[in-house]
């Protein structure tokens, strides 16, 4: 016997199946069926699903967009790098950018305003993930994920890095600072 000769049974399709491999294969359809149904439901019900939107975008439009944001609205500079630290008005379109390794700009928000933000990056994978509230949207280039956020908390909030993306991995932490 060897894989290039032909099987000794010729009509080896045409037998019946097993029991117990129709047990098996029944499972997994029910099985496929449940999860199917798990998808939207776990998007209403379940607290940690976004709505979120993609758009195709490419790195020179978002950058210029998010460009135009901080020219308008910087309040000041942070650091020594001068990181501008932009306050957009209450309901605006947000800007966010995400390259090796920083989050760009520092931005400003009001409590129980909603912003729509669009997040994109200009290089590489990475993750978006606001901490201590665990909020998470990936992050790919070509692409802006568009989310709409409303803090209800006044306080600084990370944004960590959760996709990792090189050397520069664990330093790729941005603020979003939210005031009453
Ligand atoms: Cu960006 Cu990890």
Redesign the pocket.
């Known amino acids: 016997m060897s894989s290039l000769a032909p099987p000794s049974k010729r009509i080896w399709w045409n037998e019946p199946v097993e029991g117990a491999e129709l047990l098996w294969i029944g499972i997994a359809v029910v099985w496929g069926v449940i999860m199917t149904f798990m998808m939207p439901y776990w998007h209403v019900v379940g607290k940690q699903n976004l709505s979120s939107e993609a758009y195709r975008t490419t790195a020179a439009i978002h950058q210029a967009k998010t460009q135009a944001m901080i020219d308008q609205y910087t309040v000041r500079t942070e650091g020594e790098r001068k990181f501008p630290v932009v306050a957009p008005p209450e309901g605006s379109d947000v800007y966010l950018i995400?390259r090796?390794?920083d989050w760009w700009p520092i931005l400003e928000l009001k409590k129980g305003k909603s912003y729509r933000f669009h997040i994109s990056s200009l290089d590489?994978q990475?993750?978006f993930s606001l901490q201590p509230t665990n909020l998470n949207v990936q992050v790919v280039p070509g692409y802006e994920m568009v989310v709409t956020l409303t803090p209800n908390q006044a306080g600084q909030f990370s944004i960590v890095?959760?996709?990792?993306?090189?050397i520069g991995?664990h330093t790729?932490v941005g603020k979003i600072y939210v005031t009453e």
């Open positions: 995400a090796l390794w590489w990475h993750g890095c959760n996709e990792y993306c090189g991995h790729m």
